[in-house]
């Protein structure tokens, strides 16, 4: 298949465009876009893209004839909705990164521009696909707990990770990108409806930005890290430790990819990193930032068939993980999708006394756990062989349709939030 790529940043380019490389039979990557001209030359030259097929925005792509048989739209949230309808209009299929829109006004029209499309959209909702997540509906499928009555789920974003996507970071204000309970956690809404094969009812929320704010600011810090700041010694949060010094994703010790590669696209290196930060958001101190996305929420699901569920997001965690308890009538079992598979554990717990406690080796599930657990190359092969004919949709893909769902979870617990945890019913709030 021919594809076309908007927005050459830490998904259009890093990650879905590696897949031309992994599967040269399935994808040639023919035309690029991205409003720096320097990320667009470095994948020209990666992905021997030529120079007539080179542009400097999505929409300048958008006004030439149809390029390729798909579009991958990895722009900003709030530009994908305009870019795909044009998108359809020109008869491409759609690679369309999550979320769709925070708008719900745009999520809506979207939606009828694809019914009357005939053309394809895919949400990337990775998550489905990775090899542990896919093991857990089978298990659930199965009935091996029976039915599920309740599930307790948590996505621990990593302290890190808050302070450099989401304070420092293209998501740090929502005004301009999305809310964090839908940038970040409309991977969790569509994830546990999925695997329940559950419907949501009515949502209420709770969160709000605790720490990241001036009042909270230690004494003597300074508006950047690197000028004069007083408070740097004692601070987790100073750039220099965090893309230098730490030791799993610092410079200093070792690490060439993400987040460093956010900072450098051309390739990261001691001096051009500390040149980054004396210049760039990436080294504004955390507490002088423009900020206000939350930085943990609580958001409390009851499902259409009376059963609950309950979720927290939380920035303040050593470690990037997901973990849920899934309740049901004859046992539980559990999950915990950590960096790597190693870490991973699903287990099942049965109420019989005499029945041992069930783990499953996660690490035997696949070969290739990289990207969100595995999931991403996945997810884009599985579009690929969709729009090729090769394959039919399988019942885990996320189409559009599916993927709205996950959106009005996310965007009605959000106005609950905003609204004092005031209860929204999903239906009327989608009407």
Known sequence: MKVAIA???????????????????KMEIVAVADIDPKKVALAAEEYHVPKEACFLSAEEMLKEEKLADAMIIATQDRQHVDQAIMALEKGYHLLLEKPISPDLNECRKLAE????????????????????????????????IGDVVSVMAAENVGWYHQAHSFVRGNWANSDETSPMILQKCCHDMDLYLWLTGKTCESITSFGDTYLFKEEKAPKGCAKRCFDGCKAREDCPFDAEKIYLDNKVFGYRKGNRIWPLDVLVP?????????????????????????????????????????????????????????????????????????????????SIHRFESDLPVENIDVASLAEDFTGHGGGDDRMVVEFLELISGEKEESSYVTSLERSLESHYCALAAEYSRTHGGRPVKIDEFAK
């Open 113 to 144: 521009a694809a019914r009357h499309s005939g053309c394809k959209i895919v949400v990337c909702h990775v998550l489905r696909y990775t090899p542990i997540y896919q093991k857990v509906k089978e298990l659930l499928d199965s009935g091996v």
């Open 7 to 25: 927005g050459l940043g830490g998904r259009g380019r890093d990650v879905y465009a590696k897949s031309a490389l992994l599967h040269a039979d």
């Open 266 to 346: 051309s390739g990261p290196t001691e001096e051009k990193i500390l040149d980054v930060l004396k210049e760039s958001r990436y080294g504004q101190c955390v507490y002088h930032c423009d900020n206000n996305v939350v930085d943990h929420q609580v958001v409390n699901l009851n499902m259409t068939d009376g059963t609950t569920m309950s979720f927290t997001m939380c920035g303040f965690t050593p470690e990037i993980s997901r973990y849920a308890r899934f309740m049901g009538t004859r046992g539980e079992l559990r999950v915990e999708m950590k960096q790597t598979a190693e870490d991973c554990e699903i």
